[in-house]
């Protein structure tokens, strides 16, 4: 189980580098991080550093808050509880709208069994854009599966699939014009039940696995 921290600190070279020895030294390791300069609030201007560390470690959070560049120190549930599983959609808009619509309403089903499955959607024209957002999908924290909705995709777009799908993120497609489909994981010719589909795959309370389906369109 690991412990979630959110430290504010100043923005300011080797203070990234202070708080890791902080948790190095007291054995801690950390799973997750991310930081970012604050451009809101009370805090604008400060950096802030959240990190998800292996188990409980005793000592982190005095040491921390004894940085002379640490302001604050506060413990939180790991993104993985919050949020949970990422449901990624992505392509033209008109798609992407109905694709979340299956997803959000299946997660919300889930959900209400006590899972926690978020959806994230971009809409995108052109190629390169597309390409470029689906290669971003494997550094993106808890990404589980990537609908691609549109009408047409094909070139470096299914580069990027085959790719993602390396990495062990499986991608559904709808029936579309182009290359994509025939790399894609499942296709599904209504939008509305690739984002079922897609969430029904992440969901612990679904009896459905798209390696079970593989190749098959609907």
Known sequence: MSTALNVICENRPGVLRDIA?????????????????LER??????ATVYMEIDGLVEGVLKDLEGL?????????QSFDKIYGSRVIIMGGGAQVAQAAVGAVNEADRHNLRGERISVDTIPLVGEDPIADAVNAVGRL????????????????ISEEVQRLQEEGIPVIALKMAGSVPRYADLVVTDPIQAGTFAVMHVARTAIFDINRVRGMEF
Do not use: C, D
Request: hydrophobic fraction near 45%.
């Open 41 to 46: 609030g009370v805090n604008t201007g400060k």
């Open 141 to 156: 924290h808890r990404a589980s599966v990537l609908v691609l909705a549109g009408a047409l995709m094909g070139g470096r």
């Open 68 to 76: 002379p560049a640490v302001l604050e120190v506060s413990v939180h």
């Open 21 to 37: 020895g902080v948790v190095a030294g007291r054995g801690g390791n950390i799973v997750y991080t991310q930081q970012f300069v």
